[in-house]
DNA sequence: AATGATTTTATGTGCATACATAATAATCTG
DNA sequence: CAGATTATTATGTATGCACATAAAATCATT
């Protein structure tokens, strides 16, 4: 048996692949150490890790110091969405693109929203409704709350020409956020916004983003009958 | 000003970070090579590189030989779900986890899967259709077919204890798939199964994986009303 | 001025080495 | 023997160096 040199991480992440889909190394077993691998594919340890790191890293391995690498049993799949601009989305699919501002106040929020975005119940927030489409059809309506604390600068905005979906992520960054897919029946309004019949199953999508401790913002997307988000199984 | 020295490369990731929320670097903007950073930063170029990969690897940062390294213009958010076996989610949840398989049997399959699957429109694939159940009440229909031109190992699994879900993560490892997150009205045949009225709104999840180029396994779960797939967003 | 060859430059990666860290295994101690 | 202590071990990562590679910029040639 010759033993084929690998000269970058790439191929010995292949290696290592070709071994777990040809079931040697099977899901729960121990693969050899760092070392001995380096020692095998005729590289250094540092290559192997970075192999091994980045296997781990798509949920494929286990990895803890001391106790070794092994097989992930129940390999997690990993699907990574790439929650774009709403106009990059619809133009990417060769539509045309519109907006309509629906609505733009200064309310306080239902108890739900300052709860979601842990803002004091009284709180006035920048209530934001507009709509997006393509091909001249209503593709989403989107429900926004923005913590005008956090992005003053929103209230000089109207919202009319730019999407708030859109001007937010120029203007206000982020650190981290919670986001959650959904199913959800066409309330009356829904149905008149986007033009389906009420009670319609629609695609929801939920999030709040924060800067640090603070929210910036919360919004509900419902995108019309028949979206449906993609994507790669890694 | 004092240049405090960044020991390991999450702070260093930590340090571009906070330039890039503070808006010291904007969207769009060049910064500034390796070489200059490390030096600034008082570390190795490779500690720097390691940071601002991992960046650009979660979609902060954009980067391009010689070009260099610019802050992404359009900070595309990035979510990344754990597909997980359906079983550990409802686990995972402390609910109790059932399980019931509805039917089984070897079929030619409709149109719509076999060009999904790029089976051979004639081949016959094995057809299982189960039940997930959550603290005894129905949880999600998983519709599966197998190609068991790929897991003939399948014919001889009852798939009566085990879920095809579960069974086959652990026997039939597969190298790519794509996904689907919809949301579909509840069906006659979804409605008794789910106990809930017909027409309501269920988040539903298409998936097909491959082993290569050939197709391993088409599924489409439907989940009981009121389900959230959610995560985080960074 | 258009085309093609060459240089420059920033990122990408490999390697040897050293030390850090977490977790297990072995050992000691009351 | 339980519990605390220490040793061992596999992964995690920092560093300096070298060279690879892609792409932009420049220069040479027609």
Redesign the interface.
């Known amino acids: 048996m010759n033993t084929p040199t690998f000269r970058n991480w790439q191929s010995v992440q292949d290696e290592v692949?070709r071994r777990?889909?040809s079931?040697e190394w099977?899901?729960g077993d121990l693969i050899p150490n760092e070392t001995d691998l380096a020692q095998e594919f005729g590289c250094a340890r540092t290559t192997v890790n970075r192999a091994l790191r980045s296997l781990a890293d798509s949920?494929l391995l286990d990895r803890r110091r001391k106790a070794g690498t092994r097989v992930a049993?129940?390999?997690?799949?990993?699907?990574?969405?790439?929650?774009?601009?709403i106009r990059?989305e619809v133009e990417e699919r060769g539509q045309k693109y519109g907006y309509q501002l629906m609505s733009r106040a200064q309310a306080v929020p239902p108890v739900g929203v300052s709860a979601g975005m842990a803002t004091d119940t009284g709180q006035t927030l920048l209530h934001i409704r507009a709509r997006h489409i393509a091909n001249d059809k209503p593709y989403a309506v989107e429900d926004r709350w923005i913590n005008t604390k956090v992005v003053p600068d929103a209230l000089n905005e109207t919202f009319k020409a730019v999407s708030a979906n859109e001007w937010l992520?120029?203007h206000a960054?982020y650190?981290?956020?919670?986001?959650?897919?959904?199913?959800?029946?066409?309330s009356k309004d829904d149905s008149a916004v986007l033009s389906c019949p009420e009670?319609?199953?629609?695609?929801?999508i939920d999030?709040v983003?924060w800067?640090g401790d603070a929210s910036v913002t919360k919004v509900r997307l419902i995108f019309a009958?028949?979206?449906?988000?993609?994507?790669?199984?890694?």
Chains 1, 2 share one sequence.
């Not at 129940?74 to 601009?85: D, G, H, R, S």
């Not at 650190?175 to 066409?186: D, M, N, Y």
């Not at 009670?199 to 929801?204: N, P, T």
């Open positions: 692949l777990i889909h079931r099977k899901p949920g049993s129940q390999p997690v799949a990993k699907a990574t969405l790439n929650i774009a601009v990059s992520l120029t960054p650190t981290h956020g919670e986001i959650a897919f959904s199913a959800a029946s066409a009670h319609s199953a629609l695609f929801a999030r983003t800067d009958p028949g979206h449906q988000l993609r994507t790669d199984l890694k």
